[in-house]
């Protein structure tokens, strides 16, 4: 029984210190990857390193618990992100040499109810270039990450109305609608969901037992990591699992590092795993061949051996020290992750990390490149430190001379109870601006948003966490109110999607019909301290109010019996009904109090 436990305890501690010990290239990287983490100030990440069909090194560092402090290690899971598109993508090529499909084919043949913005898209995309981010489409990621939807056919149907900002095939640019539209086209064409499809013939085959696909997985795995990001450059702090839902054929995989080994030993062995194909040598070698350019990928002065940038499927292609690299990094709300691998050189990288938006992952897949191809090494982390620093200088200087924007003394041109209701865009969603305490606030489906006034009708939205509004940090973003021509709050432009002019989403008022014979109720003259207001209705069906020495009251009706001043801000009136149904009172709710005034019989 002893002999067990022991030979049990040096398993575990194998596994935990990985294998650099039988490397020589790999001495001394423990010590080299804890100074990553401190740089980082990440919680933890793990790594896993591959060569041919063998696991050299895998370990984690930090904490998956970063409260609990409960370790990471190499059997951690992680959410991987965009790294999952890859996997998307080999759906489709194991789909072509099953002979269902064909990379030429249009979307639209498998999809019919799926049409793009105009007919030049409609007629000429094909599957090749959902793959290689070829259409013409910008991102559009807020129509998916602010408004998210479980159905995978809803969400594309929102790809209609997506302009373009390019010809097909022009211009090389990331969108995530297309890898979800893969996965639909798998779905049609198999019968089965794309969750299905990446179990049975990636997960099943290459023994990830504890990879999963949604963020219940997530949850109730027993060895899962937190998401974590860096605040005002200091702070861990904890942030919600982000549930991708219907988006998931972008990136919804959540694996380890352990299990992650065995994918690249796929792309490492011409699409074979223990012997066994589950990947076509061909497809291999198209989906990690370049299928589109990104950018012109030219040297710098300070790494004249690192240079190209060019897309396959699913995979982003570049020249490392001059040795052919591919590679996928993943970003989901509080982790990164990074896929990389050398098909030369046989030599596959992976790093998951519970940090938003990490420099871990790039960090880690330099320090080990270096060390495992033999190349002179460079110092990534004090790089990465030197630049930091060189980075909040700069923005300090920039702060300092910058001027700002913002026109002083300006107000509102409308009161803010008209600009509530309902904001929608078919292409993106629909959402809510609300009145409370004499603040407007945007209600989107997984956020809530404080909109503080900036200048004129442009407003600033600020996300009301647990903690409260922060108010000191802008992201940018204005929500920009746009009248029609009865000086009505028509629309609202916003400046989410870099590519276009601004969204526009339509407004709907957020007010009630009131009915004349119900505004009948509250005619009549109230007495507030010797003082006689008159309630009366004009226009048909508008009700008004008097008080003498003052203009005459338009009443905007808000809820049953409740009803704010067109034109001053913060002045609302609430009738008072008594037992026998009939009005006897009247609030005037105003800045600088509450006076009631009786209805004269």
């Known amino acids: ?123 000429q995309i094909m599957l090749k270039d959902l793959m290689s981010h070829r259409t013409g489409l910008g991102r559009h990621d807020f129509a998916w990450y602010l408004f998210p939807s479980a159905s995978k056919d809803s969400l594309l149907m929102r790809v209609k109305h997506h302009e373009p900002f390019a010809g097909v095939r022009k211009e090389w640019y990331y969108n995530n609608f297309m890898f979800l539209a893969q996965g639909v086209i798998a779905e049609r064409i198999t019968g089965k969901s794309w969750e299905e499809n990446i179990s049975e013939r990636f997960f099943e085959p290459l023994e990830m037992t504890n990879s999963n696909l949604s963020i219940d997985g997530l949850k109730n795995s027993e060895n899962a990591a937190f998401g974590y990001k860096l605040s005002k450059e200091e702070t861990i702090e904890k942030v919600d699992y982000y549930d991708i839902s219907g988006m998931s054929p972008a990136g919804s995989i959540n694996s380890s590092a352990n299990e992650m080994a065995n994918w690249l030993k796929l792309w490492l062995n011409e699409g074979k795993f223990k012997g066994k194909k589950i990947l076509s040598p061909a497809y291999i070698s198209e989906a990690m061949s370049s299928q589109m350019i990104v950018s012109a990928g030219l040297p710098d002065e300070k790494h004249t051996d690192m240079h190209l940038s060019n897309y396959g499927y699913g995979w982003f292609i570049s020249s490392y020290r001059g040795y052919y690299r591919v590679e996928h990094g993943g970003n989901i709300d509080g982790f990164s992750a990074n896929v990389a691998f050398f098909p030369s050189d046989k030599i596959g990288i992976i790093v998951l990390a519970n940090q938003d938006g990490s420099a871990v992952p790039w960090l880690v897949r330099n320090i080990l490149s270096d060390r495992l191809l033999g190349v002179q090494k460079t110092n990534w982390t004090k790089e990465f430190a030197d630049g930091q620093e060189k980075s909040k200088k700069a923005l300090l200087e920039v702060k300092k001379n910058s001027t700002e924007g913002k026109i002083k003394n300006t107000k509102p041109s409308h009161i803010l109870q008209e600009y509530t209701g309902k904001y929608a865009h078919p292409g993106y969603g629909a959402f809510r601006i609300e009145l409370k305490n004499d603040s407007l606030f945007a209600v989107l489906p997984l956020q809530r948003l404080y909109l503080k006034h900036y200048h004129y009708d442009v407003f600033e939205p600020f996300e009301v966490a647990k903690q409260g509004v922060d108010t000191t940090e802008s992201g940018g973003l204005k929500f920009n109110f746009v009248g029609n021509d009865a000086g009505e709050i028509s629309t ?109 019989k």
């Open 1 to 123: 029984m002893k002999k067990t436990i022991l030979l049990m305890c040096c398993a575990w501690l194998a596994t935990s210190l990985g294998y650099a010990q039988t490397d020589k290239r790999l001495k001394g990287i423990d010590k080299e990857l804890e100074e990553v983490l401190s740089a980082t100030k990440a919680a933890g990440f793990a790594v896993a390193v591959v060569e041919g069909d063998k696991v050299l090194y895998s370990r984690g560092f930090g904490y998956r618990d970063y409260e609990k402090k409960i370790p990471t290690d190499a059997n951690t899971l992680f959410a991987i992100g965009s790294s999952t598109k890859a996997f998307t993508a080999a759906v489709l090529g194991q789909l072509r040499d099953e002979e269902k499909l064909s990379f030429e084919d249009s979307p639209l043949k498998y999809i019919p109810e799926f049409k793009f913005y105009n007919n030049e898209m409609n007629n």
């Open 492 to 600: 609202l432009k916003m400046k989410i999607e870099p590519t276009l002019p601004p969204i526009e989403f339509e407004h709907t008022p957020n007010t009630i019909k009131v009915e004349k014979e119900a505004l009948e109720k509250y005619v009549g003259e109230y007495e507030l301290a010797g003082t006689i207001i008159k309630a009366y209705i004009k226009n048909e069906n508008v009700l008004y109010v008097f008080v003498p020495g003052q203009p005459e009251y338009e009443l905007v009706p808000t809820e049953k019996h409740k009803f704010s001043f067109k034109v001053l801000e913060g002045f609302k009136v609430a009738f008072v009904e008594a037992a026998d149904g009939a009005i006897s009172e009247v609030l005037f709710i105003q800045p600088n109090g509450t006076f009631k005034a009786t209805r004269k």
